[in-house]
């Protein structure tokens, strides 16, 4: 009888176990993370003996990266799989945090997952051969603008920066209202920061490195680019003296106040504008491709996130099982309608429930197909702190264009040297 006792006793306490049986999984605080509740919540529905934890931190790209930084440095086994940004996975295979995953996708299951996304995004998560992430969701830089403002003044919504200009010189004099900005782009010492100074770069024609990764942006070049923003606010008078301050969610939430005419964003901004209760701009705003300049091309800054497991979970088979449905088709879709994140999947952009919610999603995918990477580099955090504190110092009226553009190709100079 005892025996038996102590039978049941262990199959309680194993069917116990496995109905405790938990992940947990990392996403950043401006990344919906009631929306990954909810795409998670499916997950468990399916998989009963599974609970997944959310932990939630840092409000920017770098804040989060510094917080993962100590926490995987430690090798803390206590976070299974993370939501990374696309610039990360050259990062995480350098410093072996990340769990390759190809032992999950032998042989033609890889490739014929990758055949299913962007391009972009299979080839951002593959490095020298090794696939460290799955793509979550794209992004890519737009120029929002105010429809009614520009229907009011019988402006249709501008191609070229000289146009963007022109029209928020007009508007801003014809409004003659102290609360309301004309051109809002991110200028403080953040990420998006780093995109802000390569728009103008890239939409010249031009690059930080080539194919071979040797590097070929000049000082003139980079000059060019710090003027142009630092000109926005002094020459033309279309955004504020304190741009060095301005985080990309300022800005998204200052449009949502009123307060921008345009602003370059990322593609989340958009379901922001449409349904949080205190938008004062529900369906007012508009969606273009960001600006060229004349005889230039149209650029974007590819953005976009991945999931990726760390190399210390303690339950790595069970953490890809749910980093595969979090990048599934299914979790792409509730992305897409409840937070207006661009899928990595290019038959979504079709996809009727979609374009319900985000109608301007029928011309988005061109924009993301043709988006440039910043630099893929195993050093990538010293590339992006050359540049965010250039285009910061220069706004902030601390260091001059030439003195910035100098320190900018001093800096990559020894960086992509190897120094």
């Known amino acids: 009888m005892k025996k038996l006792v102590w039978l049941w006793l262990g199959v309680f306490a194993l069917s116990f176990a496995m109905a405790q049986t938990k992940i ?4 950043g605080g401006q990344q919906r993370p009631e929306i990954w509740r909810k795409i998670l919540d499916n997950f468990e529905k399916a998989n009963p003996g599974v609970k997944v934890e959310v932990e939630v931190g840092g409000a920017t790209s770098d804040q989060q990266q510094q917080y993962l930084t100590t926490v995987l440095a430690s090798r803390d086994p206590s976070i299974d799989a993370i939501l990374i940004d696309i610039v990360r996975p050259a990062q995480y295979a ?4 990340a769990d390759p995953l190809d032992k999950y996708l032998p042989g033609v299951s890889k490739a014929n997952l990758l055949k299913q996304l962007l391009p972009a995004y299979a080839q951002a998560d593959e490095i020298d051969g090794k696939l460290y992430a799955l793509p979550s969701f794209a ?3 737009f120029l929002y603008y105010r429809k009614d403002l520009l229907e009011k003044y019988g402006l249709k919504p501008p191609t070229t920066w000289d146009e963007t200009i022109k029209a928020a010189q007009t508007i801003l004099a014809g409004e003659k209202n102290p609360n309301l900005n004309g051109i809002g782009f991110m200028g403080n010492i953040s990420e998006g920061t780093v995109c802000s100074f390569l728009l103008p770069i890239w939409a010249s024609g031009n690059d930080v490195a080539d194919k071979n990764g040797k590097l070929t942006l000049t000082e003139d070049q980079a000059r060019a680019s710090l003027q142009f ?3 926005l606010m002094d020459k033309y008078k279309v955004s504020p003296p304190n741009m060095a301050e301005k985080a990309q969610d300022t800005i998204r939430n200052e449009m949502q106040q009123g307060r921008w005419i345009f602003g370059t964003l990322f593609a989340y901004a958009w379901n922001r504008f449409q349904t949080d209760p205190d938008s004062q701009v529900k369906g007012k705003i508009g ?3 960001l600006p060229k300049f004349e005889g230039g091309r149209a650029a974007s800054c590819l953005g976009g ?3 990726t497991i760390s190399d210390f979970s303690r339950n790595k088979a069970l953490a890809y099982k749910v980093v595969k449905y979090l990048t599934s088709p299914e979790a792409s879709k509730i ?3 409840d937070a207006s994140n661009l899928p990595v999947y290019p038959a979504l952009y079709k996809d009727p429930d979609v374009l319900k919610a985000n109608p301007w999603f029928a011309d988005a995918l061109p924009v993301v197909l043709s988006a440039r990477s910043r630099p893929v ?8 702190d050359v540049m965010r504190k250039a285009l910061n110092a220069v706004l902030a009226r601390t260091k001059t264009p030439d003195a910035a553009a100098k320190e900018v190709i001093a800096g990559l100079q020894a960086i992509y040297s190897g120094k």
């Not at 947990?24 to 996403?27: E, I, K, L, N």
């Open 94 to 97: 350098a410093a072996k945090w």
């Open 24 to 27: 947990r999984v990392f996403v």
């Open 229 to 231: 923003w630092l000109d």
């Open 377 to 384: 580099s195993p050093r990538y955090p010293e590339i992006a």
């Open 287 to 289: 969606v273009v491709p």
């Open 139 to 141: 992004d890519a830089e």
């Open 335 to 337: 992305l897409a309608v």
């Open 305 to 307: 996130w991945q999931w």
